[in-house]
């Protein structure tokens, strides 16, 4: 909760910065043909998530929400490389990085389970790779959001 709450004027302004920077790219992307459906972060060149939903509107129902943790880890590991005195990460993470989570997660099997509050779930799990996928009911194949991240 502290990173969360950082108030420090260095802190806020380098929020600031990187969430204009991602907004600015996302209000370009939202208002071309194929609108934004998701996306993928990485920290410090490591892809963290990817996170996909089946249409523009609910993307943009957690949008702001899944902006605020990237400029969060972002903030975290720019305010740790400085701590450390090494430099700011700055290259972007290997498209093929995105590619082998995804892929590989569609490999595991997994199976659907309805939850107490009504969800249908899939997880599904490697030493390598998680994936969780959210349906609307127990017949759909396809999930209405899934997210993707490297197991640790």
Known sequence: MAAVEDTSVKSKTRRARISRAVSNR???LAAGKNKPVGLAYAVDGEVREVRSFTHPKIFDRFRDTLLTTVVIEADLAQSEAEALKRPVHTKPAKAEKVAEL??????????????????????????????????????????VTSSYMFAK
Do not use: L, W
């Open 102 to 143: 995804v892929f590989g997660a569609n490999k595991i099997k997994g199976k659907k389970v309805k939850t107490k509050a009504g969800n249908v779930n899939r997880t599904r799990k490697s030493e390598k790779v998680m994936n969780a996928d959210c349906f609307e009911d127990e017949i759909s194949d396809d999930p």
């Open 26 to 28: 996302f209000a370009k």
